[in-house]
């Protein structure tokens, strides 16, 4: 089947309660792990390409998106794919051409009113193509930008934000934080209840790995949509590859190890995608 649509995804969550995992994607085995985890749990997924994962595989967007597509395309669940934490245009602007659905833009590090032009212009730009865009306010953490310790994402100006820029998903700062490798970030459920109030489109919570299973739940209750985890995977994936060295420190064949690192990612994705996709209230 052909690659799914992000903003169909998000819809249908929404529609039924549920939330929908976006799984951040590194190599072709974090694709392949991912898709398999959504066709054992029967729950479509979002396949995320981050700048930084493009800037890893030598800043050409298309090789990887390619993958990725080739991937979802087999699948027999929906698989959509999405730019994530796009700073870069012109890479922004490439991952259309190669045939993402959706995109993040973050000038989160602009002044507000500069974050507001710039999300503008662009979400002007990529929704006339059909495509979708997520922008981010507030500061999330481990990045310096919207998700910051401490920082918290105001309703008001998130109402105003998304009105102003025309975008079709908000992520907002409400606790958690980028590249935990613990799963101890508590989140703001009361805040996330304003923000659903107070912001017509969908939210997403970004820095997923960092919070556990029931927070996570209570998060989708709560009103969050899309929920982006990355960290999660390379936990298991780095664990798996250290064990199967030490077993046997004469392996070479980096498909001995892979595979076991693929098969990790798998469970832990398929764990979570059911987290998500539970039912809220």
Partial sequence: MPAAATSALVAAARESGRGVAAFNVITLEHAEAITAAAERTGLPVVLQISENAVRFHGGRVEPVVAAAAAVARAASVPVALHLDHVEDEDLLRAGVAAGV???????????YEENVAATARITRWAQARGVWVEAELGEVGGKDGAHAPGVRTDPGEAAAFTAATGVDALAVAVGSSHAMTERTARLDLELIGRLRTAVPVP?????????????????????MVKVNIGTALNIAFTAAVRERLAE???????????????????????HLLEVVAARSA
């Fill in 101 to 111: 659905s959706s995109v993040m833009v973050d000038a989160s590090k602009l002044p």
């Fill in 203 to 223: 939210l997403v919570l970004h820095g997923s790995s960092g919070v556990a299973d029931g927070e996570l739940r209570a998060a989708v209750a709560a009103g």
């Fill in 248 to 270: 046997d420190e004469r392996v070479v064949d980096p498909r001995r190890y892979l595979s076991p690192a693929r098969d990790a990612m798998t469970a832990v994705a398929a």
